[in-house]
């Protein structure tokens, strides 16, 4: 298969041509052609999402690029718009005040009356916005406090392994958990093997923020694509396959990627 035609819709054939950097994975088999006739199937087969869909932001991302992916994700699968909520904190830079933002934001959208855990969602969580999601579901339960239900969590990009970038600069406490090796990654690791909810991480190769081998917790490994010469990470929720993938697991149809494995490089 050819990747030139998966940077995204935002540019031109030939600049797209010259982004992409080809590199085929053979547990994730489509062509060009194949994929649109998918995306073409799901557009015309709307259907509702089981359980509401929240899209996280990742690290001091505008809401403009999660609402983005929130609507392709409503285009794919279905349903009512309302089901589908975006969620971003950009000034924000602790990632637990943001875990307890996002459970408030998620009792506020769909009220449950239980006293300890929110309505079941499944999130799509963007970069770090994958952490976040991890850390609200196990958050410690304090008085009037509850914790994120999730059902299943798509990751796309995110450093459950810390990210190349972090490492270098971390200027606010979010970015140093965010380090490789942090106790804060270490904790939620560990924390992992009690947790109730299906994962499922996605990696796009050339990633020089967060690195596609390190899109995956310990032990596990990602769904990983070719990327691009540059800016192959802030483009991943422009990525068709990956869109198209995640848009046919929320909907309980067969996925088009058939298992993870270890990225070739990152």
């Not at 590199?23 to 994730?28: K, R, S």
């Not at 929110?118 to 969580?125: K, R």
């Not at 239900?149 to 965010?178: E, Q, S, W, Y």
Request: hydrophobic share 45%; glycine share 6%; with cysteine.
């Amino acid at each position: 298969m050819s990747s030139t035609v998966h940077v995204g819709a935002l540019v031109p054939g030939r600049l797209a041509q010259w982004l992409a950097l080809p590199h085929d994975n053979p547990d994730f088999a489509v062509t060009p052609d194949e994929l649109a006739l998918t995306i073409e199937r799901l557009r015309a087969t709307p259907m509702a999402p089981p359980r509401p869909v929240l899209v996280l932001a990742g690290y001091r991302a505008w809401r403009i690029m999660v609402s983005q992916v929130a609507r392709r994700m409503h285009e794919l699968v279905g349903g009512p718009a309302d089901m589908f909520e975006p969620l971003a904190y950009p000034h924000c830079g602790d990632l637990d005040r943001i875990a307890r933002l996002v459970v408030r934001h998620v009792e506020r959208t769909w009220p449950n009356p239980e006293p300890h855990r929110t309505t079941e969602i499944d999130v799509i969580g963007v970069s770090m916005g994958g952490l976040v999601a991890r850390l609200a579901a196990q958050l410690p339960l304090e008085d009037g406090q509850k914790r994120l239900r999730v059902a299943r969590l798509f990751t796309l990009g995110t450093p459950h392994n810390g990210a190349i970038l972090a490492g270098k600069v971390a200027l606010d406490r979010a970015a140093k958990d965010m380090r490789p090796g942090s106790a804060f990654l270490d904790r939620l690791n560990a924390a992992l093997p009690t947790a109730r909810y299906e994962l499922v991480c996605y990696a796009r190769l050339n990633d020089r923020w967060v690195g596609a081998t390190r899109s995956a917790p310990p032990g596990r490994e990602p769904i990983w694509v070719s990327g691009t010469r540059v800016f192959s990470h802030v483009t991943i929720t422009t990525d068709d396959r990956i869109l198209a993938d995640v848009a046919l697991r929320l909907r309980g149809e067969t996925p088009l990627a058939r298992r993870a494995s270890r990225p070739p490089m990152d």
